[in-house]
């Protein structure tokens, strides 16, 4: 159950487009269209962005985009403002019947 | 309003036991599976364990497998975390979240456990 890999962090500067990878394997996120994103400022709950790897939830900014390829998924926050600056994580559903995060990936809006 | 409310942590020490409850509001609680989540200091979040909408099934994380034990009331809207043999590793915020597809679109701020002498 290794953690999926994302970079550390990213950066943008506002209206930019910004893309964080997540890379997980052929149990996880190479098998399953269940990878899902979720942005997190420190000190609140997390907030879904994505789901079903290129699904948004109600109420979520189409800024927003995911999409997969092979064992590797990723978020596209486009039109990049100040308030875009979080954590992001990926996770996915595993073949064992458990999920997996990502690392985490900071993103500065410069 | 949609809420889950975490509570129970606190500092313990090494090798002992601690149970977390999570309170839940304005949703179908019983027909969402039910994670908890953790963080610890300067890393990621990382999921450690779910519970199927009606009980019967559990998955665990080999981090926390045969120490914690996850369980819900749906009676009383409430989900828990039987924490054993706890280590300072487990230093974490601790937070319980709900998915009704695979995605967890309900979540809990969480509670501090700290695990030390």
């Known amino acids: 159950q290794s953690a999926l890999t994302q970079p550390a962090s990213v950066s943008g500067s506002p209206g930019q487009s910004v893309t964080i990878s997540c890379t997980g394997t052929?149990?996880?996120?190479?098998?399953?269209?269940?990878v899902s994103w979720y942005q997190h400022h420190p000190g609140k709950a997390p907030q879904p962005l994505i789901y079903?790897?290129?699904k948004r939830p109600s109420g979520v900014s189409n800024r927003f985009s995911g999409s997969k390829s092979g064992n590797t998924a990723s978020l596209t926050i486009s039109g990049l403002q100040a308030e875009d600056e979080a954590d992001y994580y990926c996770?996915?559903?595993?073949?064992?019947?458990?999920?997996?995060f990502g690392g985490g990936t900071k993103l500065t809006v410069l | 309003q949609v809420q889950l409310v975490e509570s129970g942590g606190g500092v313990v020490q090494p090798g002992k036991s601690l149970r977390l409850s999570c309170a839940a509001s304005?949703?179908?609680?019983?027909?969402?599976?039910l994670h908890w989540v953790r963080q610890a200091p300067g890393k990621g979040l990382e999921w450690l364990t779910l519970?199927?909408?009606?009980?019967?099934?559990?998955y665990y994380a080999d981090s926390v497998k045969g120490r914690f034990t996850i369980s819900r009331d749906n009676s009383k809207n409430t989900l828990y975390l039987q924490m054993n043999s706890l280590r300072a590793e487990d230093t974490a915020v601790y937070s319980c979240?709900?998915?009704?597809?695979?995605?967890?679109?309900?979540w809990g701020k969480g509670t501090t456990v700290t695990v030390s002498s």
């Open positions: 979240g709900g998915s009704w597809d695979f995605y967890l679109d309900v």
């Open positions: 304005g949703f179908s609680f019983s027909r969402y599976a």
């Open positions: 519970i199927s909408y009606d009980g019967s099934n559990e």
């Open positions: 052929t149990i996880d996120v190479g098998r399953y269209n269940y």
């Open positions: 079903d790897v290129s």
């Open positions: 996770s996915s559903y595993t073949i064992s019947s458990t999920w997996v």
